[in-house]
């Protein structure tokens, strides 16, 4: 019974993270704009690319979560491309449009320099769980931010919200059963802020439907 639950949360996961990436490409495609903050995408399409890497050839593991770890990073490509596609028109100033693709490159190489980091000084396996309960929490606030910068619910959907919620919060109920602290810990902030993301993405998303309907009713005054 205990195996099956931890199959299911596991898979729940799976699910939910994917959605986040399948409907960040295609909103971001839809809408001409990216999805995922610069630092939340460098810290995922770093721990995704090392991870997957090393399941396959490093550990020669065929795993559900190396096949995941696979998967994610390449979606993660797509949501890539609308960062550099259409990235650089949100780019605030001359100068930010300026140097759009250099800081971009380099906070990406950040990520991946962290990512190593971790495993030099933990170990691939520990490494693996704690960056990625410490970039979540880096993710959650990175939306937040986002969403307050916008003041609009551009490039942001529930489904992407929610699923980011369900997903992170899936394997802390496994990390809780494991007996680990810090997964508990690090997975209740990620909850905190995630909700608190959801709540104010509903209500900016609220504001522009009734904006809308408003206008659409003095059009048709």
């Not at 650089?88 to 759009?100: D, S």
């Not at 000084?121 to 979540?136: I, M, P, R």
Request: proline letters at 1%; a positive charge; one cysteine or more.
């Amino acid at each position: 019974m205990r195996q099956l639950i931890i199959t299911l949360l596991i898979a729940a996961s799976g699910v939910c993270w994917s959605l986040v990436y399948v409907d960040s490409i295609r909103t971001g495609f839809k809408q001409k704009t990216y999805c995922m903050p610069l630092f939340a995408l460098g810290l995922n399409i770093a721990w995704e690319g090392i991870y997957a890497y090393t399941d396959l050839f490093v550990r020669g593991t065929i795993s559900a979560q190396a096949i995941a770890n696979t998967v994610w990073f390449l979606l993660d490509i797509f949501i890539v491309v609308t960062y550099f596609k259409f990235g650089r028109e949100e780019a605030e100033g001359e100068l930010g449009r300026k140097w759009f693709i250099p800081w971009s490159v380099l906070v990406l190489v950040c990520c991946i320099v962290l990512q190593f980091l971790f495993i030099a000084e933990f170990g691939d396996v520990a490494g693996e769980k704690y960056s990625a309960y410490l970039q979540n929490i880096a993710m959650s606030v990175a939306y937040l931010y986002m969403l307050n910068r916008r003041k609009s619910s551009k490039g942001q959907t529930m489904l992407i919200a929610v699923s980011k919620c369900i997903g992170t919060l899936t394997p802390t109920i496994y990390g809780t059963m494991e007996g680990n602290t810090f997964i508990l810990v690090t997975g209740i902030i990620c909850f905190i802020f995630d909700v608190i993301y959801i709540y104010f993405l509903h209500g900016i998303k609220k504001k522009e439907r009734d904006a809308a309907e408003g206008n659409a009713c003095t059009s048709c005054a």
